[in-house]
């Protein structure tokens, strides 16, 4: 069982920057694959980046490449988002998910794939 905790949101301007963190309860931590969802006010949750066990495979949405970098430490049990160039439709919040396989799976961009779900943690982007 793991336990996730998202922690970095805040109010930041456009152009800026943030790094969100989750904190993983469980010493299995180190053998999932994670993830980070955003949900917008009424609109669905979507896929914005993952990897896997060791950080040797990332991925992302289009709406981030180039912008977001997702990074792990294993020996800290915390993964991060490094989200550079914040636009206003970035505004939402911020979810991170763990995934019990190491690899990523072909549907790396589905919540369902996740067993695991932090609380989130809402990051505005103000223009």
């Known amino acids: 069982q793991v336990q996730l905790v998202e922690s970095g949101g805040q109010l930041v301007q456009a152009g800026g920057s943030l790094r969100l963190s989750c904190a993983a309860s469980?010493?299995?931590?180190?053998?999932?694959?994670m993830g980070w969802f955003r949900q917008a006010a009424g609109k669905e949750r979507e896929f914005v980046a993952a990897i896997d066990w060791n950080g040797g495979s990332t991925v992302y949405a289009d709406s981030v490449k180039g912008r977001f970098t997702i990074s792990r430490d294993n020996a800290k049990n915390t993964v991060y988002l490094q989200m550079n160039s914040l636009k206003p439709e970035d505004t939402a919040v911020y979810y991170c998910?763990?995934?019990?396989?190491?690899?990523?799976?072909?549907?790396?961009?589905?919540?369902?794939?996740?067993?695991?779900w932090g609380q989130g943690t809402q990051v505005t982007v103000s223009s």
């Open positions: 469980g010493r299995t931590f180190s053998s999932y694959s």
């Open positions: 998910a763990a995934d019990q396989r190491r690899y990523l799976s072909a549907t790396y961009y589905r919540a369902n794939e996740y067993e695991h």
